[in-house]
């Protein structure tokens, strides 16, 4: 098992980009290209093999707004509002031809998310819900299945047997799609913030909020998907990508946040980038960052490295908190002592340099508190760290002006 993070220090470099001709809201990286859903401008395509200099390669302009795409061998699907759903053929991505599209004409309802799993396309669809499109013949893509879901569906993900969704108005939203044509809705999670985008990972759910951030649930349950832990970010998180541990919000205003997710009870912002624009979109290959930033696809570098106390188990960690977290101006950090016995509590920046020494002396057994006032200290990532005998503990703090 690794030892707990003793200091933490991340990394965003921007490594290049390139302007997109209309509003880039979604992207997709597949290979070398990056597929972009650019609102007025349809479909764009960006060879981005040489990540320092992305250049556009071919676009197909539509009648009505491109919201996301999904990329899936020599395919794109895009949500395109009121057409629903458009496939190309992108095997020329200097050329790629619409071969296919899905629209009622006689129920108008506007798409904003897609996701495709083997023969079959899951559309978030603001009016009906949940779409079910079968394109075994992607020039006649047919709907097979729909769950009405009220609200605003926005983003569809699919895992395993179960369609979720994320709704702007009614919350969260698990639909069982083991059987297409009839999905069925089989849980719920309201009230949490104007959902907007999702990644699931496992047994959890991390969705972007634009009213609160980052959510994350617990879904091994899915009839009782339950609340697990929360993010509060400085803009409005619209998209999100999940990569190992850390969550990569696309937070509007305030560009791309990075959030630790490694207990997600209590997720906590890492580090950040503030985009020209407004961001968005995000997709993570390997250390790249790719972010639909309005004008321009944007590309980042992520890197992080860690110093690590070999000598904190795990299970101490249950002792040492900190409330609330994210904080403004002031934190309570609180810790049980087993034995009495000189203690330090020394606060440290996420570059590793020392910032306040708030606890130094004997202390007895049992429950201590002590107030770390923050006042003059710049927003950021810091961390309290306690030493009593042999023991010794971190906590990692978010501080937000």
């Given at each position: ?147 009405q879901l009220g609200g605003n ?82 803009g409005k998180a619209y998209g ?84 609330p977290n994210p904080f403004n ?73």
């Open positions: 098992m690794l030892a707990p993070v003793l200091a933490l220090g991340q990394v965003i470099e921007y490594v290049g980009s390139c302007e997109t001709p209309g509003n880039a809201l979604n992207v997709f990286v597949s290979g070398d290209y990056a597929y972009v859903a650019d609102y007025l401008s349809g479909l764009q395509i960006f060879d981005v093999s040489d990540a320092a200099n992305p250049e556009w390669v071919g676009g197909y302009d539509l009648p009505s707004y491109a919201y996301d795409i999904f990329v899936s061998g020599n395919y794109a699907y895009l949500a395109n509002y009121s057409y629903e759903l458009r496939i190309f053929d992108i095997s020329n991505p200097s050329s790629p031809a619409l071969v296919g599209t899905y629209y009622d004409y006689n129920m108008e309802g506007y798409s904003t998310g897609v996701f495709q799993v083997m023969n079959t396309v899951y559309v978030a669809d603001g009016y009906f819900g949940l779409c079910v499109v079968d394109i075994v013949d992607p020039a006649d893509p047919i709907l097979i299945g729909r769950c569906s926005y983003e569809v993900f699919l895992s395993g047997s179960y369609a979720y969704v994320a709704n702007n108005y009614t919350g969260f939203q698990i639909v069982d799609v083991s059987n297409p044509a009839l999905p069925v809705l089989v849980g719920n999670l309201g009230n949490i913030g104007g959902a907007m985008n999702l990644f699931i990972s496992g047994m959890y759910a991390y969705i972007a909020c634009d009213y609160s951030g980052l959510q994350i649930a617990d879904i091994s349950n899915p009839a009782n998907p339950s609340l697990l832990g929360q993010c509060d970010t400085p999100i990508f999940v990569s190992g541990d850390y969550a990569f919000i696309a937070d509007g205003p305030s560009g791309l946040q990075v959030v630790d997710i490694r207990d997600p009870s209590q997720p906590t912002i890492a580090c950040s980038y503030d985009t020209p624009d407004y961001a968005w979109g995000v997709f993570v290959s390997e250390n790249y960052i790719f972010v639909a930033d309005t004008s321009s696809l944007i590309i980042l570098d992520f890197q992080y490295t860690s110093i690590q106390d070999e000598s904190i188990t795990p299970n101490s960690f249950s002792t040492f908190r900190s409330y101006s002031s934190t309570t950090i609180s810790y049980s002592l087993a034995q009495a016995g000189r203690v330090i509590v020394d606060i440290y920046s996420i570059t590793g340099q020392k910032v306040a020494r708030v606890v130094e002396g004997v202390q007895k057994v049992g429950e201590h508190k002590v107030v770390w006032d923050a006042e003059g200290v710049l927003s950021g990532v810091y961390f309290a760290r306690m030493e009593a005998g042999e023991r010794q503990e971190t906590v990692r703090m978010i501080l937000l002006k």
